[in-house]
Each structure stands twice: as C-alpha cells, then as structure tokens.
C-alpha cells in the first residue's frame, strides 16, 4: 500500500530515533542512536515535524520495511531498487537493507543468474603414462554411430573408437580390447552416462582395480580434458562432412596428425610421451635414442602453462570462492526447462548434506532425495518465507529479518 505524508508523521512523532535527531539539531544533545546521523546535520531539517535530508523524506523504523516492499514491486535489481529510494527517501544504511531485501526475494532468486563459478582446479600431472585416463562418449553421429575417446591425463595421447551400439555390454568390451594392449590404469574419469554407472562396468573396473570418479551431474568442466578433445573430433568430422570425404578415414588421419604434434601444454608429441619413443609419421626426422622424453622441462611447460591457463580462465569467468556451506539452504538449477517462463532455479528448497570444494551434495526438504551438483548450479536462500491465508486464499508472503542468512 502506498504511504501517506500524513502516517509518516505520525510515526516520526513516536520513533525514538527521530525524536533524538531532533534534540540534536535543535539543542545539540547528541546520542547512541543518533551517530549514524551526525555525518549528516548540516543536510537534515524538519519540516511540519518529518525529519528530511535535503528534499529527501528520512523513513521512521516501523515504516522501512513497507518502503521497502513498495519500492520493490516490479522486481527491479539491487541496482535499480537503491537508484528508486535514493530519489525520494533515506535512513540510515538505506542501501544494506535494499540488498537484503532483493537477496531474499524468492521471485528474484529463482530467476536470477547463476553464480560466478570457483576458481579453476588444474589436475597435477601424473607421474607417468596411463595411470589417469579419461573416457567419454561422442554422438550420435548422422550415421548413428558414436565415438568412445579415451585420453591418458599425463600425455594427452588420445584412442577413439567407432561404435554403433554403446550399451554397457558393449563398453565393457571396447575397454577390455583397449586394456589388452596398454594395461589397466589406475583410474578413469568419466560423466555420469548409464554405461558408466552402471554393475556391470563398477564391477568391471573392480575387478581390474580401476577406481572409477565419475563427475558432477551437469558439469562437464570436471572431465574438462576429453570435453576439450571433443570439440577438436566434432571440428574435423564437420570438415569431412562439408568436404565430402571417407569420415572414418578422416579420423584416422586425425588421430595420426594429433598423436604426433607437440601438445601446446607439455611441449612434446602425445605419442612420444606416450610410447617413450620417436613417434614416425609422413614428415621426414633424423632418428635419436631419447631414454628420457620426460624430463624436468615437459614438467615446467605442464605446470607454467597450467598456471596461466587457470589465471586467465578464472578472469574471464569472473571466478569467486563461493560461501555456501554444509547446512545452508538453497535452490537448485532447473537444467532442463519446459518453456522460456520456467525460472532458472527451482521453488524447493534444499540443504547441503556434503561439500568438497565446488563438488556440493544437497538433499531435498520435501523428497530427501539427494543430489551431486555445482556449486554453480546453486543459489543461497535468504529471508524467510511462509504462506498465509486471507479470505480463502493463499498467497505468499516474506517476513524480512536482520539476519543476512535463514
């Protein structure tokens, strides 16, 4: 409801924080309560008993909050709401509370954008070949086959494999004709794709002692690595398609030129890393015995390359430490919408149960049910909601406290 002059006054006449400004200007009698106006006196004035700061209306305590919400309809941005008020009101830390109130609108919240993400984590190179390995499915093609990559983290050497059906049966066996000539690894890096999570390659994996890290739900930054390759296949496939040519062969051809091209990162041919050996293609080389391809300057390009690659990365993504921890509350990103009015997040909100840097498992208030997300697909609750009857019907309403976090 809109304010009136007249209830302002009236309630000028009873806060005690206007009527101690009031002995201040007037009989400089200063006070506690009226420090946060004392940088301000040669602007404050009374005029027919409402306090003003040059042409602004000075908003007594009991009505700030209905202010507030007046100045919010619409749902204008934190921005756009300080910009309304400082027109025609103040009070004391007038902006704090305007943020307060945009941050714990629900409205706002569920369509808001989502947050800055983390600061890149770069994976440390391993000690040597074939001990993390990374996987990951690309497809489907137009002639309904898939590609299965494969990329070792500490070479970059890189297998693909063409397949036309990718059940777990058939990816289990794909991996053991793979296994047979290179060994197990350690560890494979994969999404969260049914042929990965399933008993039959977790066992799989058991059995070869292979630990499985399977990534976040709708986070395909984790398994960056293959994510990144992926890119490079599609860029190649598209040629071929444009050029009309053997698109197998063409990979094949890809494969060869990749394998034994100095990798930007280390410095040195995936395949030589790889193999610990010349790698020979059609471009003619001078054969050397090279006992030691790993040596400390493929280690200073991996880590230095590394380093600027996280720098720039996180500038340009405006990467911040998030401050949500075990126990908040909040919302969870709809990832997959029905239409464009669908808010970017969802009304029900969740409490986080684990976290692990940006790695963030929430439980559902309603279900318990539990979830693996980013943090970048979450967004804190602020404020405190409930819904109330009126004349047989419901509507929401927000009952604001001094607490920046409920």
């Known amino acids: ?3 009136s002059l007249s209830q302002i006054k009236e309630k000028s006449n009873t806060d005690e924080e206007i009527r101690k400004v009031y002995k201040m200007i007037y009989s400089n009698e200063f006070d506690e309560k009226t420090k946060p106006f004392q940088a301000f006196i040669p602007e404050l004035c009374f005029y027919d008993n409402i306090l003003l700061r040059g042409t ?30 400082r027109t025609k009101v103040w009070w004391p830390k007038m902006d704090t509370d305007a943020e307060k109130f945009v941050r714990a609108c629900k409205g706002c919240t569920l369509v808001s954008i989502p947050n800055a993400p983390t600061p890149m984590k770069r994976r440390e190179l391993p000690t040597e070949s074939w001990i993390d390995v ?22 970059r050497y890189k297998e693909i494999k063409v397949m036309k059906s990718i059940t777990a049966s058939n990816t289990v066996s794909c991996l053991k004709e793979i296994f047979s000539r290179l060994g197990f690894p350690v560890s494979i890096t994969a999404d969260n794709g049914k042929q990965f999570i399933c008993e039959e390659i977790t066992q799989f994996c058991k059995d070869a002692g292979i630990k499985v890290y399977n990534t976040i ?21 598209k040629i071929s398609r444009i050029q009309k040519t053997d698109w197998k062969q063409d990979l094949l051809d890809y494969l060869m030129m990749y394998n034994a091209t100095p990798h930007t990162t280390t410095g040195k041919p995936p395949a030589e890393l790889f193999f610990r050996r010349q790698f020979r293609d059609k471009i003619p080389a ?19 390359n590394k380093f600027w690659g996280k720098k720039y990365s996180d500038a340009k993504r405006k990467a911040k430490a998030d401050d949500i921890r075990i126990g908040d509350k909040v919302y969870v990103k709809n990832t997959v919408k029905e239409n464009k009015l669908v808010p970017n997040f969802n009304s029900t909100p969740h409490t986080v149960v684990k976290k692990n840097g940006s790695d963030v498992q929430v439980e559902n208030d309603e279900t318990g049910q539990q979830y693996r997300r980013n943090v970048v697909h979450l967004k804190k609750t602020e404020g405190q909601w409930k819904v109330i009857n009126t004349a047989g019907d419901e509507e929401t309403s927000l009952e604001q406290n001094n607490e920046h976090h409920t």
């Open 1 to 3: 409801m809109a304010l």
């Open 56 to 85: 602004r209306i000075v908003i007594p305590a009991d009505l700030r909050l209905a202010v507030l919400q007046a100045a919010h309809e619409g749902h204008p941005g934190i921005v756009g709401m300080k910009n309304r008020l």
């Open 134 to 155: 990374a996987v990951d499915f690309l497809g489907p093609l137009p002639s309904g086959h898939y590609l299965f990559v494969v990329i070792d983290y500490f070479s």
């Open 217 to 237: 739900p709708y986070w395909p930054q984790q398994n960056g690595q293959v994510e990144r390759q992926n890119r490079d296949i599609l860029k190649r496939l």
């Open 286 to 304: 001078i054969p050397t015995l090279n006992s030691s391809i790993v040596d400390e300057e493929t280690r200073d390009n991996d880590l230095m």
